[in-house]
C-alpha cells in the first residue's frame, strides 16, 4: 500500500540536531569503516584481539563506536545522553547490555542492575520505559529445557523459581513505580518460556494499565496468530497488553538451526511476507487500542509512517499515550527526531555497560550495518547530507 508521508523523515537538520559538528564527523568515520565488509571485519577481529590481550584499546573504543552507539559505563555515566535526547522530546531506554552471565551470583547482579534503571526512570518523564532480556537473569539451557517439556530435577525446579522471582522482582517494581517494562524477545527455542513468564506477568500487573509489554517478533510465521493468541489471553483475564512489535533480530541463527536440526524454518519465507505480516500486525494492534498498547521497535521508514496514518485513521493525536515508536541510539535518528518534533511519543533504547562487556552488542551494530553490496548505508548517506549541509551554511553565514 502506498503511503502519502505525515512526516518527513529526509529533515536532516532535525534528525542530527543533537550531534555537535564533532561527534556527527566521528559518526561519519564509523559509518564510513563498517560499510566496508572488508575494513569492517578487518576492524572488528582487530578489536576482538586487542580485547583478549588487554591491550590499552578501550579509550579509543569509547570515543568512537561505544560513544555513539551507547549512553555510558553506569547508569549516571549515561546521564548527559538522556538529557541531550530529552531535549529534543525523545525519551530514553536504559538497556543493561552485559552478556554473558552464567552463574546464579550473575543472574542476581543482572536482576539488582535492573532494578537500578527503575529508581532512574521513576518520577522522571526522559525515562518512560525499563527493559530487561530474560537470558540476563536466567541459564538458556534451563528456559530450553523447560518449553522442550522434558521432565526436570529438583534443582532445575528451583533454579527456574528463582528465575520466575527475578522476573517477578523486577515487574512489581514495575507496577508500584508506574513504570512500564519491556521483555525482550529472543531464540525461538526458549521464547515460548519467555512468553509463558510474560504471560503470567501481564495477567497479574496490567489489571489498571500495560505495566508489562510482551516482545513479538514478525518474522516468525506464527507470530501475528501468536499476538492475537496472547490478545485473546488478556480479553479473557481482563487486562492491558502491552505490545513491543519488532521484526526479529535472529534470522541466520533461526534458519541455520532449522536446518541443522531439520525441522520447518520458523521465519517467513522472504522479506516481504515479514513486512506485511509485521504491518499487519500494527493495524490489529490500533483495532484494539482499548486493551493494547503499542511500542514498534522499527529502524523501517514504511512502517513507522504506517503507524502514523493508522493513528490518524484512528483520530488518535500524536502524542496518544497508547502508541510509541522506538529506534536505537545511533541509528535512525532521522526518523526518531523528525517523529518527536511532530509530536510523537519516541523513545531510544540506550545500551550501558563497562566497554568491554558490550562489545557483543557494539559487534552486532557493526554487522547489521555493513553494506552487502558496497553501496553506502542509509544512515552513511543521511550522516553526510547533514555534514555537507552544515558545511554549506557555515559557508553562508561567513560570506554574509
Ligand atoms: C527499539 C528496538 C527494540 C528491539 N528489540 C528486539 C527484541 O526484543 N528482539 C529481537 O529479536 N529484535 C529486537 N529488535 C531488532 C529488530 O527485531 C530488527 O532486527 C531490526 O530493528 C531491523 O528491523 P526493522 O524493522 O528495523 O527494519 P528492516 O530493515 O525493514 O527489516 C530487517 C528485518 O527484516 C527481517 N528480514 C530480513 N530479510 C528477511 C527475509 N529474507 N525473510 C524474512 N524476514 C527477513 C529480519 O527480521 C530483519 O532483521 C529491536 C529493534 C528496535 C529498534
Not at 547508569?75 to 545522553?81: H, L
Not at 508506574?178 to 497479574?204: C, F, H, R, Y
Request: charged residues 25%; proline residues 3%; positive net charge.
Amino acid at each position: 500500500m502506498e503511503v502519502e508521508p505525515l512526516v518527513h523523515f529526509d529533515d536532516t537538520a532535525v534528525a542530527f540536531s543533537y550531534k555537535t559538528d564533532s561527534n556527527l564527523r566521528k559518526a561519519n568515520f564509523i559509518f564510513t569503516v563498517v560499510n566496508h565488509p572488508a575494513i569492517s571485519s578487518l576492524a572488528t577481529g582487530c578489536v576482538r584481539l586487542g580485547l583478549a590481550l588487554r591491550l590499552p584499546i578501550k579509550g579509543i573504543i569509547r570515543s568512537t563506536v561505544f560513544f555513539h552507539f551507547c549512553g555510558g559505563e553506569t547508569i549516571e555515566k549515561s546521564e548527559d545522553t538522556i538529557r541531550r535526547l530529552a531535549q529534543y522530546k525523545v525519551g530514553t531506554i536504559l538497556d543493561y547490555s552485559v552478556e554473558g552471565a552464567e552463574t546464579e551470583e550473575g543472574f542476581d547482579r543482572t536482576a539488582a542492575e535492573i532494578l537500578k534503571t527503575f529508581e532512574k526512570a521513576k518520577n522522571n518523564p526522559a525515562v518512560p520505559f525499563c527493559v530487561f532480556k530474560t537470558t540476563g537473569m536466567a541459564e538458556f539451557a534451563l528456559l530450553e529445557k523447560i518449553q522442550s517439556g522434558a521432565e526436570c530435577t529438583e534443582a532445575e525446579k528451583a533454579a527456574f523459581e528463582r528465575v520466575r522471582n527475578r522476573v517477578d522482582k523486577i515487574c512489581k517494581k514495575a507496577c508500584d513505580y508506574g513504570v512500564p517494562v519491556l521483555i525482550d524477545a529472543e531464540d525461538s527455542w526458549i521464547q515460548n518460556t519467555i512468553d509463558n513468564l510474560a504471560n503470567e506477568m501481564m495477567a497479574k500487573y496490567n489489571q489498571k494499565k500495560a505495566i508489562v509489554f510482551n516482545t513479538y517478533q514478525m518474522y516468525r510465521a506464527d507470530m501475528l496468530a501468536n499476538l492475537k493468541e496472547a490478545f485473546h489471553l488478556a480479553a479473557m483475564g481482563n487486562y492491558f497488553l502491552g505490545v513491543k512489535m519488532v521484526r526479529g533480530a535472529y534470522m541466520e541463527k533461526e534458519r541455520e538451526r532449522a536446518s541443522k536440526m531439520n525441522y520447518a524454518d520458523p521465519i517467513h519465507p522472504s522479506k516481504e511476507a515479514t513486512d506485511e505480516c509485521f504491518n499487519k500486525g500494527l493495524a490489529f494492534c490500533l483495532d484494539n487500542k482499548q486493551r493494547i498498547v503499542l511500542m514498534c521497535g522499527s529502524h523501517n521508514e514504511y512502517s513507522n509512517q504506517y503507524l502514523a496514518l493508522l493513528m490518524q485513521k484512528h483520530g488518535m493525536k500524536q502524542n496518544d499515550s497508547r502508541v510509541w515508536f522506538a529506534q536505537l541510539l545511533g541509528m535512525s535518528d532521522n526518523i526518531s527526531f523528525n517523529l518527536a518534533k511532530e509530536g510523537y511519543n519516541v523513545v531510544k533504547y540506550v545500551p550501558y555497560g563497562p566497554v568491554e562487556s558490550v562489545m557483543p552488542y557494539l559487534l552486532r551494530r557493526a554487522a547489521e550495518n555493513t553494506s552487502v553490496a558496497g553501496q553506502s548505508s542509509r544512515e552513511l548517506l543521511l550522516i553526510r547530507k547533514e555534514l555537507k549541509r552544515r558545511n554549506e551554511s557555515a559557508k553562508v553565514t561567513s560570506n554574509s
